[in-house]
């Protein structure tokens, strides 16, 4: 049987959102609630499925349309659980697809929200019909996925890719996931606005402080001051960027993509960021696998999450 329409939901620290997702791409029904994850996993998954029982009643779906989320992990998508998240404090082990589908007369699947935004770049985004794709989401940490020829590349538990974590140095900064010289723990919004909080507290820092006006010194901060030629923010970006570039470097030798996607909150920089990114590509790839990758920015925006939820439906659920 051929899908019409899924249901997408996106579940963040800070928001839920569920939208219904046309095989076409149309995207309706978006809606969208706090997360509130101090309630606990029980009560946030209640309070998923009452909102895609609303948006489903709007729309009119049938209880064919299935449902796919897409959630901070590390989850397992095979088993459906969460296994812990640092974006919803308490969730350990949590059965979130049982617990779904107990609630709701509909099938539910899960998997990692980069791993959801790589098949939503593959299907709907800017690398429709490409089959070979690296997917960078470059947001407060770092995400990402692989599709090898059509194939999401997750590993046994579907714990992979987690291209963020790709290591650059072997005496790099400290990064959260506990290693060490992770491309997040230089290129993260997280890792940049650490170097700028640092920056700030020297005298070189006078500009980041004045241009935050009391609040975070975050990316967007360090890429207006970088913009004004602020020395310390060009060279904050740079070291980032080419951190970048060195990684991306290397996925074109693993994998040997026809197209790297590059999208989050953090690829808003732009070339401030990829600039010395690209520089660094073709020194860190094989010269005959470098010449011709495009390095392009996601199209989907703050939706990416919830148009991978309803790829990752189709993929599932449609044959
Ligand atoms: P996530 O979904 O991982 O929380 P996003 O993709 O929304 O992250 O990106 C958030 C990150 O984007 C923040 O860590 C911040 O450093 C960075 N950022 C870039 N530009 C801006 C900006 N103008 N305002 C706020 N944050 C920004
Ligand atoms: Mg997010
Ligand atoms: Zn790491």
Redesign the pocket.
Known sequence: MTLDKVIGVDL??TNIRVAVLSADGTMSHTARTKTKSEEGPEAVIRRIAALIDDVAADANLSPDAPVGVASPGPLNPRTGVVHFTPNLPGWRDVAIVDQLEGHLNRRVTLANDGNCATLGEMRFGIAQGKHNIVYL?????IGGGVVTEGVLIDGKNGLGAEIGHTLVSIDGPRCNCGSIGCLEAYA???A??AEAMKVATTADGDRLVELAAGGLI???IV?KAAAEGHLASVAILERAGRALGAAIGSFINMFDPEIIVIG???A??GELLMGPARKMIPQYSFVDMRTDVPVVYSQLGGDTGLYGAGALAFMMFDD
């Open positions: 963040g620290g989401a470059l947001g407060t940490g993260a919004g997280w940049i606005q975050h990316a967007g890429a989050g909150g953090v808003a920089l």
